[in-house]
């Protein structure tokens, strides 16, 4: 089976520039969850979605949005783009979201120069 | 806010040796407790959790883990390192949302190093 795939897998933007990463969980998981893993530190929870609605959102700014397609992909879309945006975008799914077990992806390395 | 120390950023083992990485957790509640593997330029894999069943929770590749309330910690161990074992190890602990649904709080991580 196949495990959770993000898009792309490396990018390089430019300051003020706008980006969209895109996910496709795990067949069957029906929640995604975002993470931003920034060089040498852990994964930092940026939001979670299931059935398309949002169920909670991390310490991020309105720059940062995403949504949840009916298919239970989703899309994690950054505006505005900062130099300290540049890290590893991480993307889980579970089954429902609520026990914690989360399958990750291999990431989008976004790179903002 | 629940959260997660590890002790030692990075810990070196010789091949054959013992491995031990530390996590100490906060949580008001009983908490679920999680360790990760990740591989260089890869995502994280899920080890081992813990969701208050038995205290010593089995993972995958040998390792384990021991949930201590008295102490608030959660170390990993491995009786025998191998050269394959050298990743960057993440604890975590879920945490539930006002939404519902529940999100991870990540330690710092602890990279591993395993010398011949």
């Known amino acids: 089976d196949a495990g959770v795939t993000q898009s792309p897998t490396h990018l390089i933007k430019t300051r003020g520039q706008h980006v969209t990463l895109r996910c496709s969980p795990i067949?069957?998981?029906?929640?995604v969850s975002w993470y931003q893993q920034v060089l040498g530190q852990g994964p930092q929870f940026i939001f979670q979605?299931?059935?398309?609605?949002?169920?909670g959102r991390g310490n991020f700014p309105d720059r940062f949005s995403a949504r949840q397609f009916p298919n239970y992909s989703s899309e994690l879309n950054v505006n505005a783009l900062l130099l300290g945006d540049s890290a590893l975008y991480l993307c889980?799914?579970?089954?429902?979201?609520?026990?914690?077990?989360?399958?990750f992806g291999e990431g989008s390395r976004l790179t903002v120069l | 806010a629940q959260s997660v120390t590890q002790l030692g950023s990075h810990v070196s083992v010789s091949e054959g040796a013992l491995v031990l990485l530390r996590c100490n957790y906060s949580?008001?509640?009983?908490?679920?407790l999680f360790w990760y593997v990740q591989y260089p330029n890869q995502g994280l894999q899920l080890l081992l959790k813990?969701?208050?069943?038995?205290?010593l929770v089995k993972g995958i590749n040998g390792f384990e883990a021991e949930f201590k309330k008295s102490e608030t910690s959660f170390h990993l161990t491995k009786p025998s390192a191998h050269m394959s074992d050298a990743a960057e190890y993440f604890c975590?602990?879920?945490?539930?949302?006002?939404?519902?649904?529940?999100?991870?709080?990540f330690g710092t991580g602890t990279q591993l190093k395993v010398e011949l």
């Open positions: 949580s008001s509640v009983p908490p679920y």
């Open positions: 889980a799914s579970s089954l429902a979201g609520d026990t914690g077990e989360l399958f």
């Open positions: 813990y969701t208050s069943a038995a205290t």
């Open positions: 979605y299931y059935e398309k609605e949002e169920r």
């Open positions: 067949s069957g998981h029906k929640s």
């Open positions: 975590a602990v879920s945490e539930v949302l006002a939404g519902g649904g529940n999100k991870l709080t």
